[in-house]
């Protein structure tokens, strides 16, 4: 049995993974700030999900955690994340010391897409890279059924690619970074621009009913034939579009897997995106990259982590 | 003893290699049109190599081709080239019928990756990605001391990432590929742009002594300290550096080696390059990509031929 930690700016979850990669038991926390505390509520989900087991601590193989931002899964350090305030702070090292077992960290997304790869989508793939497209988007590559993360365990960020020299301002910092326009943040601005430009559009009713512009609204808009969410999907796909070609251009992985809230909208987003990835891609043999959604949405993440 | 050859779409370069990677015999001609014809070449080089040796084919353990385009390195074949006026070559299989030898093919990009890896500039990094500065923008990632080139054979295209969304028109057909901005040929339309707007800048009388505006204009101005030429190349750097920094923040290879005509502006370049790279960089931790010049020139396709 092993301990997988997911830890998100809002909720920490955490399960118990079998040697079948099944989750056996399940919690979660809200996130609390500093890293003191931080790993002080990831102690007691590990107590927790052990006496829920019927086991004790020393029955545990190990414990994964996938932290966001920089993180240098080597050294056992998370070196940066804006959305836990931490810097530079030895996450693997304090944990372990507290439960007296073995501890490895990775980046959130290269963790979600380790567990997507050997339990989820990925399971026949030879290898893959996850985008997930939320808040942000997030990148994992999996070459060799490993997290492959660079020779400093920094890599795979696929969010922070530049796609449009001197674009749209990024969270990071940083201009046109795919994140800016392939996030759900994103979808967000150019529905709001949309709806400003559109008042004839139901994008306005879908936004007034339910309280607020979302992800969903421009995609629900255009299932149902408006025009003006047709071209803020339109738009904002061959930005998805653009990065993913990147990726595939560069990495021919043989799955291309699209996780995150957006890839709630299912097979319609595949459909949509398929023939705008197929346009941008440069080389095209036999044997073309697969690109499926993801099937485990936040379980990725923890069984990912267990699995480190 | 291997021999490796380089196919260009002027010359095919060809070299016998002894085992300490060192070319001890070399040989070239001019591109013929054709595959047929190409082979012919490629058939006559080897024995000619094989005779200034004074050996037999059959000493020759294995023979590696670099090949422009789209290549297909599972399976021998080229798949597409422009330059080649190639379109599913089945290449390892004619050359490899002609000379009674196993041929394996590879892209000429990933190929002087590989030469420059284990004989250049990488040969005591631990990963790396080769980027070649020339007419086009090659690409080339080694992990693990080997090619990587995806699961059908086919990655490695960095010059073919978008990094303008609909930007300017690539020879690929699509828009805002970073070899429109970053090769030699996105510098000269840069030198020339800035030609006309400042007829007071040495870029002038530079382009006029040597009867052509050329990669090394700007450059030459810049160094000169002529201010349009130092605006081209800075603009021109920010693409290069745009690219680079795209390629460590998805990769972090230990080593990111840069190639190509442009390369010989030397530590000039990578000195300019270097502030440029670092301000894009999202994760910065203890340990950096390193970034250095190409060694071995043209070598590096013959030599990397040889030890696919």
Same mark, same amino acid.
């Given at each position: 049995?092993?301990?997988?930690?997911?830890?998100?700016?809002?909720?920490?979850?955490?399960?118990?993974?079998?040697?079948?990669?099944?989750?056996?038991?399940?919690?979660?926390?809200?996130?609390?700030?500093?890293?003191?505390?931080?790993?002080?509520?990831?102690?007691?989900?590990?107590?927790?999900?052990?006496?829920?087991? &019927?086991?004790?601590?020393?029955?545990?193989?190990?414990?994964?955690?996938?932290?966001?931002?920089?993180?240098?899964?080597?050294?056992?350090?998370?070196?940066?994340?804006?959305?836990?305030?931490?810097?530079?702070?030895?996450?693997?090292?304090?944990?372990?010391?507290?439960?007296?077992?073995?501890?490895?960290?990775?980046?959130?997304?290269? #963790?979600?897409?380790?567990?997507?790869?050997?339990?989820?989508?990925?399971?026949?793939?030879?290898?893959? +890279?996850?985008?997930?497209?939320?808040?942000?988007?997030?990148?994992?590559?999996?070459?060799?059924?490993?997290?492959?993360?660079?020779?400093?365990?920094?890599?795979?960020?696929?969010?922070?690619?530049?796609?449009?020299?001197? &674009? +749209?301002?990024?969270?990071?910092?940083?201009?046109?970074?795919?994140?800016?326009?392939?996030?759900?943040?994103?979808?967000?601005?150019?529905?709001?621009? +949309?709806?400003?430009?559109?008042?004839?559009?139901?994008?306005?009713?879908?936004?007034?009913?339910?309280?607020?512009?979302?992800?969903?609204?421009?995609?629900?808009?255009?299932?149902?034939?408006?025009?003006?969410?047709?071209?803020?999907?339109?738009?904002?796909?061959?930005? #998805?579009?653009?990065?993913?070609?990147?990726?595939?251009?560069?990495?021919?992985?043989?799955?291309?897997?699209?996780?995150?809230?957006?890839?709630?909208?299912?097979?319609?987003?595949?459909?949509?995106?398929?023939?705008?990835?197929?346009?941008?891609?440069?080389?095209?043999?036999?044997?073309?990259?697969?690109?499926?959604?993801?099937?485990?949405?936040?379980?990725? &993440?923890?069984?990912?982590?267990?699995?480190?």
């Amino acid at each position: 049995m092993r301990i997988g930690i997911d830890l998100g700016g809002t909720n920490i979850a955490a399960g118990l993974i079998n040697e079948n990669l099944e989750i056996v038991e399940k919690d979660s926390v809200k996130t609390l700030r500093g890293a003191d505390a931080v790993v002080s509520e990831m102690e007691v989900l590990a107590h927790s999900l052990c006496s829920q087991a &019927g086991l004790r601590l020393s029955d545990i193989e190990s414990v994964g955690v996938g932290s966001p931002g920089a993180v240098d899964s080597r050294e056992g350090i998370v070196v940066y994340s804006n959305n836990l305030e931490f810097s530079d702070v030895p996450l693997a090292a304090m944990l372990g010391g507290k439960l007296g077992l073995p501890v490895r960290i990775g980046n959130d997304a290269n #963790v979600a897409a380790l567990g997507e790869f050997h339990a989820g989508a990925g399971r026949k793939a030879a290898s893959m +890279a996850l985008i997930t497209l939320g808040t942000g988007v997030g990148g994992g590559i999996i070459l060799g059924g490993r997290i492959y993360d660079g020779f400093n365990g920094m890599a795979g960020e696929a969010g922070h690619m530049t796609v449009v020299k001197d &674009g +749209a301002l990024c969270t990071c910092g940083r201009n046109g970074c795919w994140e800016a326009y392939a996030s759900a943040t994103g979808l967000i601005r150019m529905t709001k621009d +949309a709806i400003a430009r559109h008042p004839e559009s139901i994008m306005v009713q879908i936004s007034e009913e339910r309280g607020k512009v979302s992800g969903r609204t421009a995609f629900m808009a255009a299932r149902q034939g408006d025009q003006a969410g047709n071209e803020v999907v339109d738009e904002y796909l061959s930005y #998805v579009a653009c990065g993913i070609a990147n990726l595939i251009n560069l990495l021919q992985p043989a799955m291309l897997c699209v996780g995150g809230g957006i890839s709630h909208e299912g097979a319609y987003l595949i459909e949509r995106l398929q023939p705008l990835v197929d346009a941008e891609l440069y080389n095209v043999g036999e044997r073309k990259t697969e690109m499926c959604l993801a099937e485990l949405g936040n379980d990725a &993440g923890v069984i990912g982590a267990a699995m480190l």
